[in-house]
């Protein structure tokens, strides 16, 4: 069983930036994909980033340019940079492990963006 913790959500004013980390208990390199994905209120959970193993990270039209995926492959730890917040980044960010392995999510952190 795969444990991801994510951490670093919290209030942000519009235009402001946070960095939301994903510690994961396996070697990140025995992962296929690993992603993040958010979800708002009364709305179906969407896909922010993806990074796959050997491939380029991809990210939704809405945070391109704003959103930066990374990994530390040391810590087994993937972050998100996000600046340039809006109102609309408002959700509950979860972080996704997928692989041979199977299918995990973290508990998700809580990002706000309101002034």
């Known amino acids: 069983q795969v444990q991801l913790v994510e951490s670093g959500g919290g209030l942000v004013q519009p235009g402001g930036s946070l960095r939301l980390s994903c510690a994961i208990s396996?070697?990140?390199?025995?992962?296929?994909?690993l992603a993040w994905y958010r979800q708002a209120p009364g709305n179906q959970r969407e896909l922010v980033a993806t990074m796959r193993r050997w491939g380029s990270t991809q990210y939704a039209d809405s945070v391109k340019g704003r959103f930066t995926s990374s990994r530390d492959n040391a810590k087994n730890t993937v972050y998100l940079q996000m600046n340039n917040l809006k109102p609309e980044d408002t959700a509950v960010y979860y972080c996704?492990?997928?692989?041979?392995?199977?299918?995990?999510w973290g508990q998700g952190t809580q990002v706000t963006v309101s002034s």
């Open positions: 396996e070697n990140i390199f025995r992962l296929d994909s």
């Open positions: 996704n492990a997928a692989g041979s392995l199977g299918n995990f």
